[in-house]
């Protein structure tokens, strides 16, 4: 292997002190390579409205930097044969690590978005002490992985709930084990294990950016995401930016109370009724692995009845969220994904459809409703995409930033 080969050829900073960061216009091509696939630099011209003489210079510097790659020349044109251009899987990684009450998971992504390797940690409930330093061996392990590639690692990502410890009680946790989480500054732990800039974004807006980015948000300007895993929770997204909110919890919707306050009774909120919290409690009470509800054996005899009946009363509660949301945002289209297995999330989108027919739209326009592409991976491919979109994209600011 030479010294000037793409494997060893570290990112060369244009315009920043940052290594990696691009000047706009090199951004904007990166840009339409991601969005449309490769394309010959005629289409390159006429897709970003740049000159063929300045598409040609960036192009060069950007094959010269290894981040983009010339693919078989396309015959059969009237005119030249034309040579399509692709960003280079091999250019820039990122880590994303996703952070969660039930598991941990760290994944290395490449340019493209494709998940190269994975590493993951299973629990009942997280103990700092022991995840910690998981995650620091997740983070060496994955680096050393690349060789002498890893000087192109751009940075690392991390998704994990604002709340580490809340509703505490419904896992059966102390104040005192809820308050060690809540006070935790878990990107700046991070930050502790590596040189790499550290990004850190809520759990479910990370997987909003997913999804945003490399899924149903190629076609879908504005949603309502919905994502349904131990806790439910989701995202916002208008006009084709993640909307953070005030505090960077817009689309916190497991908080969303299920009824009208009457008297000293507090209304039970959706985390109650659409998380897969429940599915595991009624999995345990019947004597069932509770393991069951984010594996294809929550669709398979045992589980399955008890799967069928969570599924209904989750569906009813999402649809009621559905509605809720709508009121408020007006968005044409919801995207509801989860870590269920796809048979599962398929039964509770079926469900869900159904439930929304049966609630009043009078005044309201009921958005289509769309299953997630990206599935648990979700989390941790939204925070590895944060750096690559802090690095390549054409809005330089990373539009995820906590409270």
């Not at 990112?11 to 000047?23: A, F, I």
Request: charged share 15%; net charge neutral.
């Amino acid at each position: 292997m030479t010294q000037n080969s793409p494997a060893t050829t570290p990112l060369r900073p244009r315009g920043s002190n940052q290594v990696g960061m691009r000047q706009f216009n090199e951004r904007v091509v990166l840009q339409a390579l991601r969005l449309h696939g490769a394309l010959p630099k005629a289409d390159l011209a006429r897709l970003t409205g740049l000159t063929a003489q300045t598409i040609g210079l960036i192009t060069t510097r950007l094959e010269d930097d290894d981040l983009l790659i010339r693919q078989d020349r396309v015959r059969g044109r009237i005119g030249q044969p034309s040579v399509p251009l692709a960003l280079n899987p091999d250019g820039a990684f990122a880590i994303g690590i996703k952070i969660g009450r039930r598991s941990t998971d760290s994944l290395l992504v490449d340019f493209t978005g494709r998940v190269r390797q994975r590493m993951a940690l299973s629990y009942a409930f997280p103990d700092a002490t022991d995840l910690l330093p998981a995650i620091a061996g997740h983070l060496h392990s994955l680096r050393t992985s690349l060789g002498a590639q890893a000087s192109r690692l751009v940075g690392v990502g991390v998704a994990a709930p604002f709340q580490m410890g809340g509703w505490h009680r419904m896992l059966g946790l102390s104040g005192a084990q809820s308050d060690a989480w809540n006070r935790m500054n878990l990107a700046a732990e991070v930050q502790a294990m590596t040189e790499l800039p550290v990004s850190y974004a809520k759990d479910t807006s990370a997987a909003c950016v997913a999804e945003l980015l490399q899924g149903r948000g190629r076609d879908l300007k504005s949603f309502l995401y919905l994502f349904v895993d131990t806790f439910v929770g989701g995202g916002l997204v208008l006009n084709s930016q993640l909307h953070s909110g005030v505090r960077g919890n817009a689309g916190a919707v497991a908080s969303l109370p299920m009824g009208v306050a009457s008297g000293p009774a507090v209304p039970e909120q959706l985390v109650r009724d659409a998380s897969l919290w429940e599915l595991e409690q009624q999995f345990s009470r019947h004597g069932l692995d509770p393991a069951a509800a984010y594996d294809a054996r929550a669709m398979q005899a045992p589980w399955s009845e008890h799967t069928r009946e969570w599924v209904r009363s989750a569906a009813n509660a999402l649809a009621h969220c559905i509605v809720s949301g709508t009121a408020f945002v007006d968005v044409g289209a919801v995207v509801l994904d989860s870590s269920l297995a796809p048979d599962a999330l398929q039964s509770l989108l079926a469900e869900t459809a159904q439930a929304m027919q049966r609630y009043n739209w009078e005044g309201l326009w009921m958005p289509a409703l769309h299953a997630g592409t990206i599935g648990p991976d979700a989390r941790a491919l939204g925070g590895a995409l944060l750096p690559l979109h802090a690095n390549f994209a054409p809005d330089s600011d990373i539009f995820l930033k906590a409270a």
